[in-house]
């Protein structure tokens, strides 16, 4: 939330959405990126130096552990699993960018590397230690890495044809949500990573989508274009209704809800308006 200074501040709501609670982070600007059903959240602040730091919290979101970086100034922490590990990207020594994992609450920072020279990003994780994100591998090509274990290594994936690729979550089933070049346009998909099926998501009638989350029921949501070329949320019904423009299920009058970011195992769903404020 933005504070009366100018600064944002990372914040933590009650069940349901109710009220907020600033977590106090020791520094004026702080971000956060994820919780988990202990109430650990993760994110980043800005240190005393003014480098990005990524963080988690303890419970309920008390407490703040700076999990330091991988020999670079800046890290970012972008998810966790009830664990506590966390993903993110830190710089490294050399100024590259690299994905990482922590073990369990934070403890230690695991360099993912890259099977080539270029930057790498990890954006998610399961229960089981599963890890998601996108590689670098030469110029105008990265594709979507998955990690059995933050020990394991990643292995490449790419859709046959494809020059592009990332991947944002990884449910409990091993489903893999993201985008992929599907030659003029980007596309949502869904992939099994046990077998390496991958289901194009389609569109909402305009060419290209992009999918942020998909829970164990596996159902997608993100956001997609419309034939008038605006982007909407959308939701990808695993029960075979297939793509589901948010819109069509809510009245909000003017508002239109434009990226759909999160979905949890009851199917509710946040979703950013074209008012500026968050569903």
């Known amino acids: 939330?933005?504070?009366?200074?100018?600064?944002?501040?990372?914040?933590?709501?009650?069940?349901?959405?109710?009220?907020?609670?600033?977590?106090?982070?020791?520094?004026?600007?702080?971000a956060a990126s994820s919780i988990n059903n202990r109430g650990q959240v993760a994110g980043y602040l800005s240190n005393s130096a003014g480098d990005a730091r990524a963080f988690i919290t303890g419970p309920n979101g008390l407490g703040f552990i700076d999990l330091g970086t991988l020999g670079g100034r800046d890290?970012?922490?972008?998810?966790?699993?009830d664990n506590g590990e966390v993903v993110g990207q830190s710089q490294t020594s050399t100024a590259a960018i690299h994905a990482?994992?922590?073990?369990?609450?934070?403890?230690?920072?695991?360099?993912?590397?890259?099977?080539?020279?270029?930057?790498?990003?990890?954006?998610?994780?399961?229960?089981?230690?599963?890890?998601?994100?996108e590689a670098t591998l030469s110029t105008n090509r990265r594709q979507v890495f998955i990690a059995a274990t933050a020990a394991s290594g990643m292995s490449i994936w790419s859709a046959p044809g494809s020059p592009w690729s990332m991947a944002y979550s990884i449910n409990?089933?091993?489903?893999?949500?993201?985008?992929?070049?599907?030659?003029?346009?980007?596309?949502?998909?869904?992939?099994?990573?046990?077998?390496?099926?991958?289901?194009?998501?389609?569109?909402?009638?305009?060419?290209?989508?992009?999918?942020?989350?998909?829970?164990?029921?596996?159902?997608?949501?993100?956001?997609?274009?419309?034939?008038?070329?605006?982007?909407?949320?959308?939701?990808?019904?695993?029960?075979?209704?297939?793509?589901?423009?948010?819109?069509?299920?809510?009245d909000l009058g003017p508002v239109v809800l434009q990226d759909a970011m999160a979905i949890n195992e009851l199917g509710q769903i946040v979703a950013n308006g074209s008012d500026g404020f968050a569903y």
Do not use: C, E
């Open 100 to 133: 990482f994992a922590t073990g369990p609450n934070g403890s230690g920072m695991t360099d993912l590397g890259n099977p080539a020279t270029g930057n790498s990003y990890a954006y998610g994780i399961n229960q089981s230690g599963q890890i998601v994100g």
């Open 172 to 250: 409990d089933r091993g489903q893999v949500a993201g985008q992929y070049d599907a030659g003029s346009v980007a596309r949502a998909f869904l992939l099994d990573s046990a077998t390496g099926t991958l289901a194009d998501l389609g569109s909402l009638g305009g060419g290209s989508s992009y999918a942020r989350d998909v829970n164990n029921a596996g159902w997608v949501v993100g956001a997609a274009y419309t034939q008038a070329q605006v982007t909407h949320a959308f939701v990808f019904a695993a029960n075979g209704q297939g793509m589901i423009d948010l819109n069509a299920l809510v």
């Open 75 to 81: 890290s970012y922490a972008l998810h966790l699993n």
């Open 1 to 30: 939330s933005l504070q009366a200074n100018g600064a944002s501040r990372a914040f933590v709501t009650d069940a349901n959405g109710a009220g907020i609670r600033d977590l106090g982070t020791p520094t004026g600007i702080s």
